[in-house]
């Protein structure tokens, strides 16, 4: 294809400067270009290198029927722009593997419909502050990177396509912030995505990561990415690979199809999932190492694993939450392992596990709450010395073996029910021991309760029924039960002497045969029994404070406040019931106590908060009942670590009570950046985490702000059990607020004074100012100011006068 032409329309100031020229060379075609002016170009190859300063249009053909117009030359940098240029239409070509083929610095260009097919360094490179936006562009560049930013620029790609790259697809470094939007990287090698250094950041939204020969998305040395709606699929390394403190949110995205760990984060890295798809990978579908690591996954599927390791890994001192997580078809669900590491599996499912749902081993601990497990070998084998944690309120259906604790293990299991076991409910041996508080199992094929080795295993108030080979089958004087049932016949651990012989025939346990057990049953209790202990708890709760009918009736004397009311009272009614089924021995509902308030200020927040505490003293459930009240001055400091100790200064001061965070937003900053705020809020989850029972949190603030503030930190949000909204005091409820003021301070409303103050009420401007309950107390505050003025003037003032408060006294309007 030959040289083709370049056409020019210089504008002016005026319409009548309007011309026309046509060039041979784009080169002079710029030079002779002023801001505004459109180049087009004819079809054609362009052996030249375009340096664009200009604001001007450059354009190509708008189809190819022609031809495109190619800038294609021999060596160099095909295109650079440095001005506010908009670029559209052009086919680069470059071939000197030491440039980039597109390179723009300084400027905010906006390109667009370009085709860029070459062997260079990069197919695109950002640089030197630049923001461009481009669109509708594809790249192909097999000997080097698609698209490169760096140097503090950015910029918005719409619609693009990495078609294919030598290098990783798109990499993004040192303090650079870049957006993706409907863009696909494919047949990079790598990584599809690849973000690196402290500053800088990747929002993803609807792109696709494919056919990558490494990793498909690789952030390391503190970088952030946000990845909404993406798929990350077929690669030949890991799915997702976080390194070195990085930072990623993964949301409503999927990763599949992966042969290593579809996601693996170490080295202090954090990763939150949100309605995440992980499947159909060859390794772990999660893999956390190191201390510090971190990871949380809410509303998330694990599932379709296509190798033979657990589907989550958690080891040498990382953490893990997983709630409302589905986890399926896979050999193993949850591996933890090494002390100071910790997995928390919350009102999540796990079904279809050839081997152990969840394994704790080498001094590491695991929490499983509200959790509903079926069709596995092992429900949770806790392997080893130091390993241990808490099991409340979970299902375990038609598993080999619902619990295992072998090895001096410690776990406690409280309120869970175990159906169908094939095996066993419980097997403990090889000097385990455990805690199992009112656990139910029924219709084992094999054994309820089988303990042996001499473990000292506790089982309190635990039932067995239809258990094929004896509810309770433990060696002798080895676990110690307190009051617990069976629908077989005789109590534990009588004649076990005379009954070893008859039991040893039937000890195939799940791993060996022991020859001295005895088989250890109690009648299930008569009709209408009660557990011992399990007497109505008193009216009040600790001492001095005060019965929960007193606090609840001071609640419903607050004004307005209706819908705040029901909602305390239905959670106060859930724990209460809650505390009365499991004093009878049956499950119990699992009820997060921790609270979300939201309203504008005055709204009597802080007012129900300290009421709350109170009722939750007064049931038991908390110690004391107070109030400790926080905002972010209390707990972020200036330097790295002070915030940490300040959060836990102020945890501790709520031991026993409630700690209630006023403007809690302000702890996640819009434009928060390194803010310690984000310190504050890892250790209060941290904190609400290991000490759940100690303190209950409500987080409280304007109802926007605190959505946000909730939506940009799930893992926070996970962990309160329902936000109620205070809305504005209607003009009716402010004047009520008065009216019972005046009546405290014994003062009266004269005449007329109730209508005024309902049309000050209606009119006051309802702006950010407004202070809702305190604007009512202001306004009765500056009445009887007023008031006094009025009445010094009276020489001999009547009891009538001195108590009276009339339309006059109310404050002028602002």
Known sequence: MTQGSVQVTHTGTGRWRRRTAVYSTVTEALAAAADGDVLVLAPGTYRENLVIEQSVTLRGPADDRDGPARIAPLDGVPLTVRGSATVRHLRIEGQDTTAPAVLVENSMPELIGLRVHTASASGMEVRAGARPTVRQCSVSNPTGTGVSVGDGAGGLFEECEIAESGQPGVAVRGAAHLRLERCTVRRARGAGLSVTGDGSAVDAVHCRIEDVRGTGVRLAERATAHLTECRVAETTGDGVCLDSEAVLTLTDSEVTDIPENAIDLRSRSVLTLVRTAVHRFGRNGMSVWDPGTHADAHDCEIHGSTGDY?????????????????????????????????????????????GSAVSVSDGATARLDACRIRRVGTGAWFRDAGSGGTVTGCTVEEARTAFIVTKEADPAVEECVITSPGEAGVYVSAGGRGRFTRCRITGSAGYGFHVIDGCRTELNRCRT??????????????????????????????????????????????????????????????????????????????????PSDEVLAELESLVGLDTVKREVRALIDMIEVGRRRARAGLKAASVRRHLVFTGAPGTGKTTVARLYGEILASLGVLERGHLVEVSRVDLVGEHIGSTAIRTQEAFDRARGGVLFIDEAYALSPEDAGRDFGREAIDTL???????????????????????????????????????????????EELLSIVTQQAGDQEYDLGEGTRDALLKYFTALDRGPSFGNGRTARQTFEAMVERHAGRVARLADPSTEDLSLLFPDDLPPLR
């Open 465 to 546: 029924e239809r258990c094929a080979r004896g509810g309770y089958v433990f060696a002798e004087d080895s676990p110690v039960l307190t009051d617990c049932h069976s629908d077989e016949a005789t109590a534990p651990g009588a004649d076990a002497r005379e009954r070893a012989a008859e039991a040893a025939a039937l000890a195939t346990v799940p791993a060996q045969r022991e020859p001295a057990v005895v088989a250890a049953t109690v009648p299930a209790p008569a009709p209408g029994r009660q557990d011992a202990g399990a007497a109505a708890a008193p009216a009040g709760g600790a001492d001095g404070t005060r």
């Open 685 to 731: 989850v941290k904190l609400m985490e290991d000490h759940r029972e100690a303190v209950v949190v409500i987080v409280a603030g304007y109802t926007a702000e605190m959505e946000r503030f909730l939506a940009v930190n799930p893992g926070v949000a996970s962990r309160f059990s329902r936000t109620i909204t205070f809305g504005d005091y209607s003009p």
């Open 310 to 354: 657990p589907a989550v890994w958690v080891s040498d001192g990382a953490t893990a939450v997983l709630e409302s997580c589905r986890v399926r078809d896979v050999p193993d669900a949850l591996f933890v392992l090494d002390a100071g590491s910790r997995a928390d599996l919350v009102d999540s499912e796990v079904d279809d596990v050839r």
